[in-house]
């Protein structure tokens, strides 16, 4: 992660130029597919960089696979909050027996809002894990008579 942060800046840099040149020029391909992807690959990036691993990662396998979970949660929350209901009639939404009739409008609010909030509570739910491991380490390490690690700051 030592170059990443060219990453940052480069893909959102990139995703602009897409929208910027495929407006302008109407090239409706890099307008609709290669800025979303692109900022895909930045939301992606932006999550693995505030990502802390396991605490107790013992292989670069591990390490990787740690990786790689929170990478395929970020893509599935930014798919989750990217979908647009673009019409005029009601649309109805459905989920275990209850349902609830709104405009497009209404229901893209309403999935994009439901994403942040599970994305939130993913997020949380990974920080009290990586917590706990944390201190399920330490105690361990000072069981056995050797001092506790220093916190690392992500």
């Known amino acids: 992660m030592r170059h990443a ?3 940052f800046i480069a893909l ?5 130029a897409a929208i910027i040149v495929g407006e302008v020029y109407k090239i409706t391909w890099v307008a609709n597919w290669l800025a979303p992807i692109l900022m895909l690959l930045f939301f992606v990036s932006l ?4 990502h ?10 591990e390490k990787v696979a740690s990786y790689a979970k929170v990478s395929a949660f970020a893509a599935a929350i930014y798919l989750f909050i990217s979908i647009e209901i673009v019409s005029d009639t009601p649309v109805t939404l459905r989920l275990m027996g209850l349902s609830k009739t709104m405009s497009g409008h ?5 999935l994009v809002i439901s994403g942040l909030v599970i994305g939130a509570v993913g997020v949380w739910l990974n920080t009290r894990q990586v917590r706990r491991e944390a201190t399920a380490a330490a105690l361990a390490k000072s069981a056995s008579g050797q001092a506790p690690p220093a916190p690392s700051n992500p």
């Open 5 to 7: 942060w060219i990453a």
């Open 106 to 110: 209404a229901a893209s609010r309403f």
């Open 52 to 61: 802390s691993p396991d605490a107790t990662p013992g292989t670069r396998s």
């Open 12 to 16: 959102p840099a990139l995703a602009l």
């Open 47 to 50: 999550s693995a960089l505030f």
